[in-house]
C-alpha cells in the first residue's frame, strides 16, 4: 500500500520570528556565505517582478544545498507606499520541500520578518569582517525596518551604541530613534545623509532609493559602508565613485551585485572592473582578502542570496523542533 503524504508544517509570523536565536544565526549565515562561494549551493537566478503604480517589487529566491535534505523557495514582496496606509513594507513566505521526494514539508508564513532578519544578521556578518576596529558612531541612512533591525544585530559584532540616522522624513526619523533608543542606543538625528556619512565609521544604507544619498567625497578614510537597499533594477544607494575610492569591494554574490546591486552602476560608469571585487564567502573564509589596515575604506553590497534563506528556513524548522 502507498505511504499517505504527509502534511506540511505550518508555522506563523509570530513563532517563526520566537525561534530566531540572533547569535546563532549569524554564525550560521556567515557558514553559508562560505558555502555559497565554495560552489556547495545550488543558487538559480533571482527572479522578479516589478510594479509603478503603486511602486513595489516582488522577489522570488530558490535553492538548496548540495548534500542537504531541502529546498526552499522565498516569495517576498516590498512595497514602499503601504507605510503611508499604515500597513507593513513587505510581505512574503518561505515554502520548504523535501530534496528526497519533491514533498513540501513546511509552510513559513513569516510575512516576510524571515526575509528581514536574514538581511540584518548579513550586515551584521560583513561588518564584523570588514568594519574598523574602533567604531565611534554607525551611521544609519533610511527609517524602515532595516533601519532598525540592523543596528539589532550590529550590537552582537560592534559595542559603539552611538548612531547618526538620517531619514526624508522628520516624522518617521523621530520614530525610528525613539525605537533605536529603548533598544539602548544614543541616537543623533541629522538633517542629511552627507552628515551621516562624514560623521560615522560605519554606515549602513537601508533603502529603496533609486540615486546616491551622498557624495564619495563624504566618507572619512577608515570607513566601512554596507549597502542593502539596492536589491532591484534600478535603485542605488551609492554614488558610484566611491567604488573607485575604496580599497576594498566585497559583493554577497558578485553575479547579482554586477546585475542589479550598487555594484552595477558603478561598473557601468567605470568606477570599478570586476577583477577588484571579492565575494563576501571568500572574505569570511580567507580574511585577508578583506580590510588589511585601518585607514581603509571598505565597502558590502549586499542584494541578498538565496542561502541566506535557506540557512534561516533550516535555523527556524530545527530550533522549533528542538523546543
Do not use: W
Amino acid at each position: 500500500m502507498a505511504e499517505s503524504l504527509p502534511q506540511p508544517f505550518v508555522v506563523s509570523a509570530e513563532d517563526c520570528e520566537r525561534a530566531v536565536s540572533v547569535p546563532e544565526l549569524i554564525e550560521e549565515i556567515a557558514q553559508g556565505f562560505i558555502a555559497y562561494t565554495a560552489g556547495r549551493v545550488v543558487v538559480p537566478p533571482v527572479g522578479y517582478l516589478g510594479f509603478t503604480e503603486p511602486p513595489g517589487d516582488v522577489h522570488l529566491k530558490y535553492g538548496y544545498v548540495k548534500g542537504g535534505d531541502v529546498f526552499v523557495i522565498k516569495v517576498a514582496a516590498g512595497f514602499p507606499q503601504n507605510s503611508a496606509r499604515g500597513l507593513p513594507t513587505g510581505d512574503g513566505c518561505m515554502l520548504v520541500f523535501s530534496s528526497h521526494t519533491g514533498f513540501l514539508t513546511a509552510v513559513l508564513l513569516d510575512r516576510s520578518r524571515l526575509t528581514d532578519l536574514r538581511t540584518a544578521a548579513a550586515g551584521a556578518v560583513a561588518a564584523r569582517a570588514l568594519a574598523p576596529k574602533v567604531i565611534s558612531r554607525i551611521g544609519i541612512i533610511g527609517t524602515g525596518v532595516q533601519a532598525r533591525l540592523q543596528p539589532l544585530m550590529l550590537m552582537h559584532v560592534t559595542a559603539c551604541r552611538e548612531i547618526a540616522l538620517y531619514g526624508r522624513s522628520a516624522e518617521r526619523a523621530a520614530a525610528c530613534a525613539g525605537d533605536l533608543e529603548t533598544m539602548g542606543f544614543r541616537v543623533a538625528v541629522m538633517t542629511s545623509a552627507e552628515s551621516v556619512a562624514a560623521s560615522s565609521e560605519l554606515i549602513v544604507t537601508a533603502t529603496a532609493s533609486h540615486s546616491a544619498h551622498f557624495r564619495a567625497s563624504a566618507v572619512k578614510p577608515g570607513t566601512h559602508i554596507t549597502g542593502v537597499g539596492a536589491d532591484s533594477p534600478g535603485k542605488q544607494e551609492l554614488d558610484a565613485a566611491l567604488f573607485a575610492r575604496a580599497e576594498v569591494v566585497v559583493a554577497d554574490s558578485i553575479a547579482q551585485c554586477a546585475d542589479h546591486g550598487d555594484l552595477a552602476p558603478a561598473l557601468a560608469s567605470g568606477a570599478i572592473t570586476l577583477d577588484r571585487v571579492r565575494e563576501l564567502g571568500a572574505v569570511l573564509a580567507k580574511p585577508t582578502l578583506g580590510r588589511t589596515s585601518e585607514d581603509q575604506i571598505s565597502i558590502a553590497d549586499l542584494t541578498g542570496v538565496a542561502v541566506q534563506d535557506i540557512v534561516i528556513a533550516g535555523h527556524v524548522l530545527r530550533r522549533l523542533a528542538a523546543a
